[in-house]
């Protein structure tokens, strides 16, 4: 079993719509929470980060985090067509630096 | 202001081959990354560098696979003896590497497809 969870997709919404994304974790000693998007043949590019449990939000996105759940969130409002990428959670410990993601979840926002 | 370049973007390997891929980091950054991404995977971390000093190799899936970063800056991702299984996108990212506390943002590259027939 994987230490960190995430649905593969793909999610397919129409334009305007709200998209929801998640992934469990199985380590308690992932401390840091980051969501990445990466576009076809391109490298991931952050989008958010948090720390401690709740809610960060920056524009159209809102980033949850449960630690009691072992259980991260990101939410897109107002989806557009450009959104529509591969969207992968990841995690890093305290201690270290290195990051582990989840496998990633395809999204295509439909015009 | 270039971003973290990487080459080359497409390598074709037959099996047996050596390979190399360069990675190429923001100037000035002090943190390098290696990680493979399987097709329809996340990233897996592979090793990290801290300037010259190569601090954690723990993902290198085999005496196969070398890193190096002789001068602090770029880096050298070589693979021996190339096995079907190693075909994968392999990416490298950079970061300041202050050492404060909190997540210091990994910038990524766009990857080496690599192809092992």
Redesign the interface.
């Known amino acids: 079993q994987k230490e ?1 969870e ?1 649905d ?1 997709g793909p999610l397919s919404v129409p334009e305007g719509a709200i998209v929801s994304l998640n992934c469990t974790y199985s380590n308690s000693a992932f401390q ?1 929470f ?1 969501w990445y998007r990466q576009y076809s ?6 989008l958010m ?1 948090t ?1 401690s449990s709740g809610n960060k939000e920056d524009g159209r996105f809102t980033a949850q985090v449960d630690k009691s759940s072992k259980y991260i969130s990101l939410f897109i409002r107002d989806s557009q067509p450009s959104d529509s990428a591969t969207y ?1 959670c ?1 995690m ?1 410990k305290a201690a ?9 979840t395809r999204v295509l926002v439909k015009p | 202001g270039a971003g ?1 370049s990487q080459s080359p973007r497409y390598k074709v390997a037959k099996r047996g081959q050596d390979v190399a891929l360069r990675c190429d980091p923001i100037s000035g950054h002090v ?1 390098l ?1 290696w ?1 493979q991404q399987a097709l ?6 592979l090793t ?1 560098f801290q300037n010259e000093a190569q601090l ?1 190799k723990s ?1 290198l899936p085999s005496d196969r696979f070398f890193a190096e970063r002789p001068e602090g800056s770029v880096s050298t991702l070589k693979i021996q003896r190339t096995q079907q299984e190693d075909s994968a996108v392999y ?1 490298c ?1 950079s ?1 300041l590497g202050t050492g404060a506390p ?10 080496t ?1 690599l192809l092992v027939l």
């Open positions: 960190v995430q593969p840091y980051m043949r391109k490298g991931p590019e952050l980060y720390y992968l990841a890093r270290g630096n290195k990051l582990t993601f989840g496998g990633g | 973290v943190s990354f990680y329809g995977q996340g990233p897996e971390f990290y954690d993902g990416l990212a970061s909190g997540v210091e943002t990994q910038y990524f590259g766009p990857g497809r």
